[in-house]
């Protein structure tokens, strides 16, 4: 799914999706109400002011399902998936891809105003180095949890093996340390 994204859409990465041109509304108008022509196969814009189960998307996202089902059957994938199965995980992707873009979007300032292309990238940033640093400090946490379970096994096999005493208090600092 993400390289078919990548290749119809041209995008490397979500941020990428920031510069993404939605779909004319003239056109997604058209469409959904007078019988227009639809999503161009070769050019897919989505309609970024609606989310995946407006008619304009879920074509187009009908389009994508059916590229991806077509190159299964190319390439001779080892599991067949279902349309439905393969809809879910492409309308998660653009629910991500939307979510990306619209908080990409100028946004009212305190005075009232629009934020300038400088002021939306200065958040952007701002945004992504908050990211990184909570991403890092679950990790850590993650990391320092899983260290002290280490430790703590190792002591209560270790404790075993002597018949040490203090087996019952390595035991229950172990379990609590578990349940935390």
Same mark, same amino acid.
């Given at each position: 799914?993400?390289?078919?994204?990548?290749?119809?859409?041209? @995008? /490397?990465?979500?941020?990428?999706? @920031?510069?993404?041109?939605?779909?004319?509304?003239?056109?997604?108008?058209?469409?959904?109400? %007078?019988?227009?022509?639809?999503?161009?196969?070769?050019?897919?814009?989505?309609?970024? /002011?609606?989310?995946? $189960? $407006?008619? +304009?998307?879920?074509?187009?996202? %009908? !389009?994508?399902?059916?590229?991806?089902? #077509?190159?299964?059957?190319?390439?001779?994938?080892? @599991?067949?998936?279902?349309?439905?199965? @393969?809809?879910?995980?492409?309308? =998660?992707?653009?629910?991500? &891809?939307?979510?990306? +873009?619209?908080?990409?979007?100028?946004?009212?300032? $305190?005075?009232?105003?629009? *934020?300038?292309? #400088?002021?939306?990238? #200065?958040?952007?940033?701002?945004?992504? &180095?908050?990211?990184?640093? =909570?991403?890092?400090?679950?990790?850590?946490? +993650?990391?320092?949890?899983?260290?002290?379970?280490?430790?703590?096994? *190792?002591?209560?096999?270790?404790?075993?093996?002597?018949?040490?005493?203090?087996?019952? $208090? +390595?035991?229950? &600092?172990?379990? !609590?340390?578990?349940?935390?």
């Amino acid at each position: 799914v993400r390289r078919l994204f990548k290749e119809k859409l041209a @995008i /490397t990465q979500d941020l990428d999706f @920031i510069t993404h041109r939605p779909a004319a509304t003239e056109d997604v108008f058209v469409y959904e109400y %007078e019988d227009g022509p639809g999503p161009d196969r070769n050019n897919l814009a989505f309609d970024l /002011t609606q989310n995946y $189960s $407006s008619p +304009w998307n879920t074509r187009i996202l %009908e !389009l994508l399902c059916q590229e991806l089902q #077509a190159r299964r059957e190319e390439e001779n994938w080892p @599991i067949k998936k279902s349309d439905n199965y @393969i809809m879910d995980i492409l309308r =998660e992707r653009y629910k991500r &891809l939307r979510t990306v +873009w619209r908080n990409a979007q100028p946004k009212l300032t $305190s005075k009232g105003v629009l *934020e300038t292309p #400088a002021e939306t990238e #200065a958040r952007l940033v701002e945004g992504r &180095l908050q990211t990184g640093k =909570e991403s890092r400090q679950a990790n850590r946490r +993650w990391n320092k949890y899983h260290r002290r379970v280490m430790v703590l096994d *190792e002591m209560v096999k270790l404790k075993s093996e002597v018949q040490d005493d203090d087996l019952q $208090s +390595w035991k229950w &600092l172990q379990s !609590l340390i578990k349940t935390l």
